[in-house]
């Protein structure tokens, strides 16, 4: 089930906590599949603050980082290593939840090929990459899923096109803590990184070989 806009109007903490077991579905037309949902489920986030200095729109407000700006939902798409990463605004102007990593999901929506077109969208050295690892980093999720800055940066969810589903599934605990590639000086020590404690292998860098606490659910 799609969630609705209310969904979104929490604090980033709050959000980023809620937005891990959420399943992202995008629709794209493909050549030999014609429409296909591509779907991953979310097993990792970073919240960010307006209020400290890890967040982008602590550098103040510019047209790219406006969606930070808007209403909570709103969909803002950077380049990060030369790939498209995506963030949701909270609530709170200036805040904002990073998407970090996920696990593909199947199921009859998405069904089984789906995942090698994942593959074929994101190789690694012209392989196909393994699914397990096809959505472990922002770019590799964005890239999975087939979606760009361009199409979405500042938009909304759209029924039929982009959307977040609740398929009912929830992490039996979070792991709790600090963001990854936040620089030294810059509220690097903020434990503001939430991991489904079941896919801790699969995301960005295992946070259990890290300080970090479990959240019972």
Known sequence: MMVSPDFFHL????LAQA???KVLR???NHIDHGDVWLSARIIETEAYYRAEKGSHS?????EKRRAMFMAPGTIYMYYA???????????????????????????????????SIMQDLNPVNGRPREPARLCSGQTLLCRSLGLKVPDWNQKRL????????DVGIAPSALIQCRRLGIPAGRDEHLPYRFVDYDS????TKNPLKDEHRIIES
């Open 58 to 62: 602590s550098l103040g407000f510019t």
């Open 11 to 14: 604090e980033p903490l709050e």
């Open 81 to 115: 290593r030369g790939g498209d990463s995506l963030n949701f605004s909270a609530l709170g102007e200036g805040n904002g939840v990073l998407i970090k990593s996920g696990r593909i999901h199947v199921d009859k929506k998405s069904p089984g090929h789906t995942v």
């Open 26 to 28: 995008h629709r794209i």
């Open 200 to 203: 801790a292998t699969l995301a």
């Open 158 to 165: 759209k029924r039929g096109r982009f959307v977040l589903d």
């Open 19 to 21: 937005l891990v077991g």
